[in-house]
Structures are given as C-alpha cells and as structure tokens.
C-alpha cells in the first residue's frame, strides 16, 4: 500500500461524504443515468442530472463536483460538457472525465481531447480506454475493456503526468495514480463488469468523494473503494448481474465508514 493513502483516510472521506451529502452535477449518458444517480444516493451524495447548454453552466455554480461522461453524446450535449467543465475548473471544484469508447471513434477522440483542456481532476476509465488515450491510437471493441487494468499502470502514470489529472483504471484490480503515488484496489465481484454502465456510476461517485476528500486522488481511492467492498457484500447473495445490481445498491446505503477497513489497499 501506498505509504501516502491509508484505509483511515479512506474512512474518514466516507464519513465526510455521509455527512457533507455533496451536490454532484451528472452529464451522463443515456445507460448510466439512472444507476449513477442511484449510487449516489446510496453512497450518502446528491445527484442532478442536468446537461442541456441552456442549464449546464448554471447548474455548475451550485454543484460540489462534475461529472461529464461522453457515452452518447452529440454536439448540443458537448456543449453543455464544455460549459460545465470550464465553471467547474473556474470555480476550482473538482470534475471528473470519463471517456467511454474514447479509442472507438473520431468523433469521441476530439470531443475528449477538446475537454480534457479544461484538466479534469480525475480521469476515470477502464484499462482499453486509458490504452486508446495514452497512446492516441484506437483500442477495445467498444464500452467494454479487452485490456487487463494492471497491465496497464505504466500508461495510466504516464497519462497522469501528461495531463495533470488523477487517472483511475478500473478493473479487477482499479488502479488510481497521480503519476507519483500510485494505489491499487482490490475487492468487488467478478460479475460486476457485466452490470451496464457500473464503470459510468463508479466515474459519478469518484466526483462525490472528490468533492468532500482533500484530494482528487483520496477521493478516487474512496469511491473504488467503496465499490469494491459493497461489490464483495453484494456478491454473496446475487444470482447474477440482474440481481447483483439491486444488491450493490443496497450494500452501499447500509456500508458503514468503518466497513472499508475491510479494503484490501497495495
Ligand atoms: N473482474 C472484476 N472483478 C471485480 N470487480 C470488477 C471487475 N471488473 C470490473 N470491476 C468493478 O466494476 C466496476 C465497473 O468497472 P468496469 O471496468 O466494468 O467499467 P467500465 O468498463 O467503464 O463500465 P461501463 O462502461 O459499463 O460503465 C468498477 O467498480 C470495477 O472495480
Ligand atoms: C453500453 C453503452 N453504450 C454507450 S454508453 C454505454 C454505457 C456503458 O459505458
Ligand atoms: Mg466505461
């Protein structure tokens, strides 16, 4: 475990995000918005999921954190993302990017590129989307990974330092870096991947520990953390991804603080 993040911090950004109940802009996509907003609310934050051009700005300036979320986007949303993200970096709240499908599409390539001027707090993504970004080049099917989150922690660092921001690979193992410390957290059930749109609710709860931890980095580690532990909660009753979803849910509104100290941090 990093010598720089400890479980006790982890626990205490809970604590915080229970009692903070932090405002959390979401500029999601259309899969995610319901169990992003959902897992917030479990997890103890305030979701809004508010992204037209003609709101998101305003919507901005009352927000704790931003998430901005490219999974289906079109150009009048990318103008609520830009808007949002520029009051979010003004106002030095944190927001946090997360770049479905990044290596897929011409489309999504200049949309991330174009955002991630506004220097996101955190990118969080999963391993064939940090690959596509740290290499520039197209990588994965689609949504879905086909890399292996700890094979690429030399990307995620170097991605972290050309940009500035926190990058959280998730996985298996989700690795969070900053280029200079880097923790990876275990946990969570096989069958999470296969709940759609659980990598999109995750990027939505990393802003809600964001915005109450003292850094971008603590919060991420928080958030996977979090996951993993009501994940490895849940599992043991679900019969599947179907019924592992409303479990997740239900694990993370009764997951006390003191529940992640079970997290396995290295
Ligand atoms: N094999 C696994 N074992 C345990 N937990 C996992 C596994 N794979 C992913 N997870 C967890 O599932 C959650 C979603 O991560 P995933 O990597 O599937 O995101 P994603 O590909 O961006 O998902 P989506 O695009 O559907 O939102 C994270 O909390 C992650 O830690
Ligand atoms: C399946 C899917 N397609 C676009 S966004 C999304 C949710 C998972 O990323
Ligand atoms: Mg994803």
Known sequence: MSADISVDHVVDTVHRLHEQTPLVQCITNYVSM????????AAHASPAMVHDEREAAE????ASAV????GTLSPPWVTGMHEAASVAAERGIPWVLDPVAVGATAYRRETTNALLTHRPAVIRANASEIVALATAQGAG???DSTHDSTAVVEQAQALASATGSVVVVSGASDVVTDSVTTVIVDGGDPRMPLISALGCAATALVGGAAAVAPTPLLGAVAAMAMLANAGERAGRSAQGPGTLRPALLDALWAQRPEDLRDVVLR
């Open 34 to 41: 319901d169990l992003a907003a959902n897992v917030l609310n």
């Open 59 to 62: 919507m901005a300036r009352l």
């Open 67 to 70: 998430v901005v979320n490219i």
């Open 141 to 143: 099917r689609g949504v």
